[in-house]
T-cell receptor, first 114, second 110 residues
Framework: ETGVTQTPRHLVMGMTNKKSLKCEQHLGHNAMYWYKQSAKKPLELMFV???????ENNSVPSRFSPECPNSSHLFLHLHTLQPEDSALYLC?????????????FGQGTRLTVV | GQSLEQPSEVTAVEGAIVQINCTYQ??????LSWYQQHDGGAPTFLSY????GLEETGRFSSFLSRSDSYGYLLLQELQMKDSASYFC???????????FGAGTRLFVKA
């Protein structure tokens, strides 16, 4: 248990569906992140929020839409996804900003787009 | 572009020592981190090097050479539970610009 909880753990959705991933942390961190992990590829940073404001968006397609209503919760809204979006989506949190920032990851949501 | 290179797989026997290398090319550098991820689990933080040299934490040590853009993770007295993927990550600036390598899959055999 890392203190970061993600739901659901598994999700199968059609290309026309709309779904949301949820992440929750009670570590007192003020930065939260969404990462995409595909097989045999580096973890890809998708979005960063610090104090509930988006800091970085690494050119992620608009079919992924993040929301950070407060410092403890982060959502990733999904719509009209493609099969290549199937991956493990990891949420992380950290104290920040800092040069030495240990990230705490959730268990991830395994997403399959059919 | 930014890149981190690490071997895709390493196999070692229980009780042995294994070194996982990481070389990087990034536009900025504040430090090198290592994470461990078991199948189906979350990546967990192992170590962070901001300065050259060796950092030791129990059976795990991490080394950094900034002039060579190179680091490694050293695992001693290997145990079966050490079978996992290990990722190096470069912090390029502040806490928000971290990029990860593709990971090294470590198999520990009896």
């Amino acid at each position: 248990e890392t203190g970061v909880t993600q739901t659901p753990r598994h999700l199968v959705m059609g290309m026309t569906n709309k779904k949301s991933l949820k992440c929750e942390q009670h570590l007192g961190h003020n930065a939260m992140y969404w990462y995409k992990q595909s097989a045999k590829k580096p973890l890809e940073l998708m979005f960063v929020y610090s104090l509930e404001e988006r800091v970085e968006n690494n050119s992620v397609p608009s079919r992924f839409s993040p929301e950070c209503p407060n410092s403890s919760h982060l959502f990733l809204h999904l719509h009209t996804l493609q099969p290549e979006d199937s991956a493990l989506y990891l949420c992380a949190s950290s104290h920040g900003p800092s040069e030495n920032t240990e990230a705490f990851f959730g268990q991830g949501t395994r997403l399959t787009v059919v | 572009g930014q890149s981190l290179e690490q071997p895709s797989e390493v196999t070692a026997v229980e009780g042995a020592i294994v070194q996982i290398n990481c070389t990087y090319q990034t536009s900025g550098f504040y430090g090198l981190s290592w994470y461990q991820q078991h199948d189906g689990g979350a990546p967990t933080f192992l170590s962070y090097n901001a300065l050259d040299g060796l950092e030791e934490t129990g059976r795990f040590s991490s080394f950094l050479s900034r002039s060579d853009s190179y680091g490694y993770l050293l695992l001693q007295e290997l145990q079966m539970k050490d079978s996992a993927s290990y990722f190096c990550a470069v912090n390029m600036g502040g806490g928000f610009k971290t990029i990860f390598g593709a990971g090294t899959r470590l198999f520990v055999k009896a």
